[in-house]
């Protein structure tokens, strides 16, 4: 899709070419005309970055998986690790500026992917600082099945107060 990418900008860059050698025009008008060109380059691009989506992740075989945090207490998120039907398909390292927002409620995409349909194995595994500043490294597994239409996963860290302890939860969203 970058192609799309650079015809759009090469449309632009005619356009405000052709608008400079035009004689007659003032130059206020030139900068309003440049600002227009601008903007609509800029839609452009938008409803191309959406197109591309609907084209890598169509609605009925897509797959998205989400990481939530609950308070956080008892664990620091370092990395998440994704393995989808026994291969490796996301590694990601979380920086404080991510950890803190998902202590804050936030919810992040971890994955974006294409399924076919049937039964599918996620593993996660989760490793951070969890009780007492020692390396803590769980994971969590889940078994679904895959039907025509979007599927999404959450990942949600939380913690069990009665042990002092992380725990970590796969689920499905309706």
Known sequence: M?????????????LVQATVLAADIQ???????????????????????????ELLYPANTQVAVFVSMDVGEFFTLDSVQLELDGKSVTNYLYTEREVAA?????????????????EHELIAIFTGIG???????????????????AKYVELQ??????????????????
Not at 2 to 14: D, P
Not at 37 to 42: D, F
Not at 102 to 118: A, P, S
């Open 2 to 14: 970058t192609f799309f990418y650079q015809r759009a900008v090469m449309l632009a860059l005619v």
């Open 27 to 53: 130059p206020v008008s030139l900068d309003a005309e440049v600002q227009d060109l601008k903007s609509s380059v800029l839609d452009l691009n938008r409803e191309l970055f959406m197109l591309e989506e």
């Open 102 to 118: 998902l202590h804050r409620g936030g919810v992040q995409q971890v994955f974006l992917g294409n399924l076919k349909t049937g």
């Open 131 to 149: 009780p007492h500043g020692r390396d803590y490294r769980r994971g969590a597994t889940l078994t679904f099945d895959k039907q025509i239409g």
């Open 157 to 174: 860290i939380s913690d069990k107060v009665s042990k002092r302890q992380p725990e970590f939860f796969v689920r499905e969203w309706e």
